[in-house]
């Protein structure tokens, strides 16, 4: 009777020692699935990094209209509007190579080519022009060009969202930034009818805060870019 029970608890013993090794040691288990990207990687990483260079040459060409330039050399102010036509133009043409992704991508190059339109439609614009046709342009051009933004942003958060969740939450953040300045410049051009010193003071950190997203704009557009290019596919 003994020797049966020192057996039985032999049996027991090795069965539990079996179970512990069969818990540290797993047998047969399943490999980790990987979550593939919805997108097409390879055609983001190309066009969205063109993406990056011609918000480049947009860059210059804004400083080529810009105020202090045109005084100094007038004649750069027509080769920057060429140059901000042409980039505008061919931004948009990219956004709707990579439409296929997100849908935004569609809405916001409809709104480039708007945008381009409108600026051909200003090149003979001068200052003896009547402000009472040249005013409500520009507020379309501006309104149009801040809904270009917005699908933009959208289209790079979407794509982004199986990439880089981070780098996706980025461009929500930025667009907030993006409205907060927008607003803050009308809002300060408005105050400062009534209170020029502090409406002047908001406008001025407003413009500032624009200069800024401008340039956030540029290094999240090549961290996209290279966070295409360096996803593993």
């Not at 919805?38 to 947009?58: C, D, E, H, T």
């Not at 043409?93 to 381009?116: D, G, H, M, P």
């Not at 809002?187 to 020029?196: N, Q, R, S, Y």
Request: glycine share 6%; hydrophobic share 50%; proline share 4%.
């Amino acid at each position: 009777m003994d020797e049966l029970r020192k057996d039985q608890m032999e049996e027991r013993t090795g069965e539990t020692g079996k179970n512990i090794r069969e818990m540290e040691f797993p047998v047969d288990q399943p490999e980790q699935i990987v979550k593939k990207p919805s997108v097409n990687i390879p055609l983001l990483a190309k066009w969205i990094g063109v993406l990056f260079w011609l918000i480049i040459a947009a860059n210059i060409a804004s400083l080529f209209t810009s105020e202090n330039v045109t005084n100094a050399v007038p004649s750069l102010a027509f080769a920057g509007q060429i140059l901000n036509i042409v980039t505008t133009a061919a931004y948009g043409v990219i956004l709707l190579k990579i439409a296929s992704e997100s849908i935004y991508y569609r809405n916001s190059a409809i709104c480039c080519f708007i945008t381009a339109v409108v600026a051909v439609a200003m090149i003979p614009v001068s200052d003896d022009t009547d402000l009472a046709l040249a005013i409500p342009v520009v507020i379309v051009s501006v309104v149009v060009s801040m809904i270009g933004e917005y699908y933009e942003y959208k289209g790079h958060t979407d794509v982004l969202n199986d990439v880089s969740p981070a780098l996706s939450e980025k461009w929500i953040r930025l667009w907030k930034w993006y409205m907060g300045t927008f607003l803050g410049i009308i809002g300060g051009t408005v105050l400062a009818v009534m209170i020029p010193l502090i409406g002047m003071i908001i406008v001025l950190g407003a413009t500032i805060g624009t200069m800024v997203v401008s340039v956030v704009k540029i290094v999240y557009i090549y961290k996209t870019a290279k966070a295409f290019r360096n996803y593993p596919i």
